[in-house]
């Protein structure tokens, strides 16, 4: 592994890097030197972040394998308890609120509506929080805290049909069956504009990858939210309810807030200033053959690979680069799977013996282009800047 001072001697070799080389802490790379466990239902080998209520990262190992994240790897993140046995049969979904009719629909009720799979990356808002320097408080995740999955199930639209929703309606609250283990602790509800509740892509999904969901990722239900942050990814859903007003419960009005401006990032140390709800995503590139701090054997090309996610857009192109950005080479990107979903990327790089930091930048369909710096901000969200991969060729 090559040390911290080496890397920013080698950093100042080239300028543009420096604020790069020296805003990664190489001690937290994804360097398997953190604990892992394989002690969780339907799970395989994780990195224990928490045991109980659980959050388990997935290895960058099972990004570079496949497009779509097996369910056994899947990262896993939980508030609160909650059931560790539920009956499929018994279990119902509540639609309440500013609706005309209530309802409460069995898994067979919504089977009966028309079933849509989407593709789409799931993502923790906090998802690489613990690669922020300074660092900020929070689950230390390292960037495993997303996975990708084709997702099945029915439309929200459709179901909020059913229910008739009032003139008014001005969003839409969901809740899970976990509940805080303190009766004053807020349970987890989260909610979504309704325009947004209405789009064809939002959808209540019982299947992952061609499997039930896993236990820990949900079951029997949760929301599916593609293109946004996980939060609003609610699991185990058991209860919708249309809002004439907007919500103002803890986990919307307090949590979950990022600085308002367009890269949601602000100075350390800096006052609060405005903040906003996170919600969308923003395109990413992660290389996954190459663990930072690797030493390789010298080739002509040294393989470069990764997933990128567009965010809300489609990926539409990586680059690679080796003198800190001043020039960049374009990765082939691996199969479509749709726009919400991870698109792999391979290339290669002519990388002398020495020492190098190696690039990766995501661009999405609508031109949004990953930046160089990191945005800082005090939760660690949204963190959406190149992360910078150390090598050593030998
Ligand atoms: N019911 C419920 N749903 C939830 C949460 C939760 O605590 N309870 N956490 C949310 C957050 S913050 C994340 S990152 C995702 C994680 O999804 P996963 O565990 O399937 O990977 O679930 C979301 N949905
Ligand atoms: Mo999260």
Known sequence: MLTRRALIASALAAPAAAQVA???????ADNGLRPTSRAFPQKGEMILQRASPPLLETPLAVFDAHDFTPNDRFFVRWHYPFPTTI????????????????LSLALADLARLPRVAIAAVNQCAGNGRGLFAPRVAGAQWANGAMGNALWEGVRLKDVLALAGIKAGAVAVRFGGLDAPLVEAAPDFEKSLPIDHALTDDVLI???????PLPLLNGFPLRLVVPGWYSTYWVKMLDSIEVLARPDDRYWMAKAYLQPANPLADIAPGAP???????TAMRPRALVTNIASGARLPARPFTPVQGVALGGDHGVAGVELSADGGRHWVPAQLGPDHGRYSFRRFRGGLALPPGRHIILARARNAAGVEQPLAHNWNPSGYNRAGIEPVAVEII
């Open 22 to 28: 020296s805003s990664f802490d190489l001690g937290f």
């Open 87 to 102: 009956d499929p049969a018994r279990h119902r979904l509540r639609i309440g609120g500013h609706i005309t009719r209530p």
């Open 205 to 211: 999904a019982w299947g992952m990858n061609g499997a």
């Open 272 to 278: 609060a200033g405005p903040r906003v709800p996170v």
